[in-house]
């Protein structure tokens, strides 16, 4: 089997819209290139054609290989599926099936990788999505690198370029609950961002609904962070603080004059405020629970159901 220099690999879910136009832009691309590229698409359980058609472009076209995965696992978990079988001598190119991440930045980012640099990770300069997205976004990514223990790049997804000892560490990590962006950073050896600005997608709707990204963002700052978890102890510290003040001044007003403080509000003021300290520390020690109770059950991480690799070799085997 021929071992290609570097491996594109493109997560797939219900992009059937996008396809054509995917496969034009990366064809394009290889034609040009003087690299030996090889792309592997994975089919992360599509319901539309997306798995039909990556099939047949693998048979016509030996520089694309297809993974389909059993069902739907999600963005990070069907790249995981595909790093696990990239077999690249030099770098993998990470990027979203929908054209956002601009496939013609490889050679750039390539060249960064040839003068030393192991992660080249794209940073998103302008967006062209919505308002609120890309403020949301914005917020997020500052907040985590204030509270996260490693220092993850502001603006960056998961578009980026790994060298293939970056990716061999990356397979060796068995963390079940996967922020791929986070892990890169936390592999360290020499990274660096390249700039861009990001487009909207192509065609077809966004896969990612709000509830998946809430919880990629949670991920990120429960994996990657004991802010939260610091964070009890000093509401803790604080709600105490004020019972105890709030208590010490009542108790002078009781006895230096003839007030007699109006106990119900202060009693369904407490109430509110220490049951609302308690869940919610109650629910971030739960955080952290969920993941020790996944990744104690050791479940494999995604389940390929058909992989279709250098079509034309496996023919001649059969033969
Ligand atoms: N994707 C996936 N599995 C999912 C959701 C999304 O493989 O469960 C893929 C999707 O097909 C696309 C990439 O992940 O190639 C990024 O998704 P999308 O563009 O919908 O996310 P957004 O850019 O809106 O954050
Ligand atoms: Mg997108």
Known sequence: MMIPEINIIIPLYNEEQVF????????????????????????DGSSDA?????????????RFSSMILSRNFGHQLALTAALSRVNASEAVLII?????????????????CKEGYDVVYAVRETRKEGFFKVGFYKLFYRILQKIASIDIPLDSGDFSLLSRRVVDVLNDMPEESRY???????????????KYSRPDRQAGNTQYSLIQLLKLAMNGVFNFSEFPIKFITFLGVSTM???V??????????????????????????????????????????EYL????????????FIIKELIVDKKEVKKKDI
Not at 56 to 61: K, R, T
């Open 20 to 43: 054509p136009l995917l496969i034009k832009r990366i064809s394009k691309l290889l034609d040009q290139s003087t690299l030996s590229i090889s792309v592997l698409l994975v089919d």
């Open 50 to 62: 997306t798995a039909v058609l990556m099939k047949q472009l693998s048979f016509i076209d030996a």
């Open 96 to 112: 979203d099936g929908d054209l956002q991440d601009p496939p013609e930045m490889l050679e750039d980012m390539f060249t960064l």
């Open 180 to 194: 791929l962006r986070g892990m890169r950073s936390w592999v360290g050896f020499k990274q660096i961002g390249y």
């Open 241 to 243: 603080s004020i019972g």
């Open 245 to 286: 003040i709030y208590f010490i001044i009542t108790l002078i007003k009781r006895f230096s004059s003839d007030y007699v403080p109006d106990g119900f509000t202060a009693i369904v003021f407490l109430i509110i405020l220490f049951g609302g300290v308690q869940l919610i520390s109650i629910g971030i020690i739960g």
């Open 290 to 301: 969920i993941r020790v109770f996944f990744q104690v059950k050791k479940r494999p991480l």
